[in-house]
């Protein structure tokens, strides 16, 4: 009988927290919703589930991930309903078109924001702190109201590599919408500061690259120093949109750390390894009863920069050692 009982509070003790998570035999289905292609995001969903793993959770016997990969804005909605039909316990939505498409389609199922630029301004939350409704997540930058902070250091950064750049073509691929005027504004106020004037060019798919943004680029090349790209379709277009600046002889400031992977002069911008991992928490917790409304959205602390001196060779620069000291990663 004192056996029995050792063997029971011993089993008690070491039980899995998982388990504390939800009654046994239940799983529950986490969707995913992407702007992109699946292979695009292999790392960051391998480091969101290693989160998860890490957490407790088992793939299969408590929790299943269902993938939704929108290869354009016009898909995401229909896939956002999808996923509601299934239905799933939660949805995962990587940049503001995701979320705002998931927003539309559900206000009871919780949902977990990746990577999105002044939610505020997005209509996505009315408050980091207070988040209310079902939507909660982690934003991109570190100002309260998105503002032109990141965009200014990212620009700071691509004229402390290339000092001669002057005019640079900005490659945004973010939703359109009330915000997009006030974030124009915002750049423009920085970029005197930095010497800098800015062409904007504002896509929604892939296609419009080869289709008029690279055409009106070239044929406008001598009154262009360099490229900035940032948003969810140029993630998707990194490798075409640097092999395009390459070929124009042009340096291109990215957003995030795919870009100079793909070739790409450079990168700045949130860690996306840790804005995932972040995720994972926040889906451990809403699984676990608590709701979105109760956890405020969180801003990056870790940032990141990488230098491709690959391409700065190709491109006939010497990037100082000064920047290069500060870099995370030198791609050489």
Same mark, same amino acid.
């Given at each position: 009988?004192?056996?029995?009982?050792?063997?029971?509070?011993?089993?008690?003790?070491?039980?899995? =927290? !998982? !388990?504390?998570?939800?009654?046994?035999?239940?799983?529950?289905?986490?969707?995913?919703?992407?702007?992109?292609?699946?292979?695009?995001?292999?790392?960051?969903? /391998?480091?969101? +589930?290693?989160?998860?793993?890490?957490?407790?959770?088992?793939?299969?016997? #408590?929790?299943?991930?269902?993938?939704?990969?929108?290869?354009? *804005?016009?898909?995401?909605?229909?896939?956002?309903?999808?996923?509601?039909?299934?239905?799933?316990?939660?949805? *995962?939505?990587?940049?503001?078109?995701? !979320? *705002?498409?998931?927003?539309?389609? @559900?206000?009871?199922?919780?949902?977990?924001?990746?990577?999105?630029?002044?939610?505020?301004?997005?209509?996505?939350?009315?408050?980091?702190? +207070?988040?209310?409704?079902?939507?909660?997540?982690?934003?991109?930058?570190?100002?309260?109201?998105?503002?032109?902070?990141?965009?200014?250091?990212?620009? /700071?950064?691509?004229?402390?590599?290339?000092?001669?750049?002057?005019?640079?073509?900005?490659?945004? $691929? #973010?939703? $359109?919408?009330?915000?997009?005027?006030? %974030?124009?504004?915002? +750049?423009?106020?920085?970029?005197?500061?930095?010497?800098?004037?800015?062409?904007?060019?504002?896509?929604?798919?892939?296609?419009? =690259?080869?289709?008029?943004?690279?055409?009106?680029? @070239?044929?406008?090349?001598?009154?262009?120093?360099?490229?900035?790209?940032?948003?969810?379709?140029? =993630?998707?277009?990194?490798?075409?949109?640097?092999?395009?600046?390459?070929? *124009?002889?042009?340096?291109?400031?990215?957003?995030?750390?795919?870009?100079?992977?793909? %070739?790409?002069?450079?990168?700045?911008?949130?860690?996306?390894? !840790?804005?995932?991992?972040?995720?994972?928490?926040?889906?451990?917790?809403?699984?676990? $009863?608590?709701?979105?409304?109760?956890?405020?959205?969180?801003?990056? @602390? #870790? =940032?990141?920069?990488?230098?491709?001196?690959?391409?700065?060779q190709a491109l006939g620069l010497t990037i100082s050692p000064t920047l290069l000291f500060q870099a995370d990663e030198v791609i050489r």
């Amino acid at each position: 009988m004192i056996g029995l009982l050792f063997t029971l509070t011993l089993g008690l003790l070491v039980a899995p =927290f !998982a !388990a504390e998570a939800q009654p046994a035999g239940k799983v529950s289905r986490i969707g995913l919703l992407m702007l992109g292609s699946s292979s695009g995001f292999l790392s960051r969903i /391998e480091v969101f +589930r290693q989160g998860l793993r890490d957490l407790g959770w088992v793939e299969g016997q #408590q929790i299943a991930l269902e993938y939704r990969y929108a290869e354009n *804005l016009d898909r995401l909605p229909d896939l956002a309903a999808k996923l509601v039909r299934l239905p799933v316990a939660l949805i *995962l939505a990587w940049g503001a078109a995701n !979320a *705002l498409a998931a927003k539309q389609a @559900t206000t009871t199922i919780p949902i977990v924001f990746v990577g999105v630029a002044n939610p505020i301004g997005r209509g996505l939350v009315p408050s980091l702190a +207070r988040p209310g409704g079902n939507i909660t997540g982690i934003a991109s930058e570190g100002h309260p109201e998105g503002g032109p902070g990141l965009t200014a250091k990212q620009l /700071e950064l691509l004229k402390e590599a290339v000092p001669t750049v002057s005019r640079v073509a900005m490659l945004l $691929g #973010q939703v $359109g919408g009330p915000t997009s005027g006030a %974030g124009e504004q915002a +750049r423009e106020r920085a970029a005197p500061v930095l010497g800098l004037t800015l062409r904007h060019f504002y896509v929604q798919r892939s296609e419009e =690259f080869t289709g008029w943004i690279f055409p009106a680029i @070239t044929a406008d090349a001598p009154a262009i120093d360099a490229l900035y790209a940032r948003g969810g379709v140029t =993630f998707e277009s990194r490798r075409q949109l640097a092999d395009f600046a390459l070929q *124009l002889r042009l340096p291109m400031m990215g957003s995030v750390r795919e870009h100079a992977e793909a %070739g790409s002069l450079l990168s700045y911008g949130a860690s996306q390894a !840790a804005m995932w991992r972040r995720a994972a928490h926040y889906v451990d917790k809403i699984l676990k $009863g608590t709701t979105p409304a109760d956890l405020p959205v969180e801003q990056p @602390t #870790q =940032f990141e920069l990488v230098i491709n001196l690959k391409t700065a060779q190709a491109l006939g620069l010497t990037i100082s050692p000064t920047l290069l000291f500060q870099a995370d990663e030198v791609i050489r």
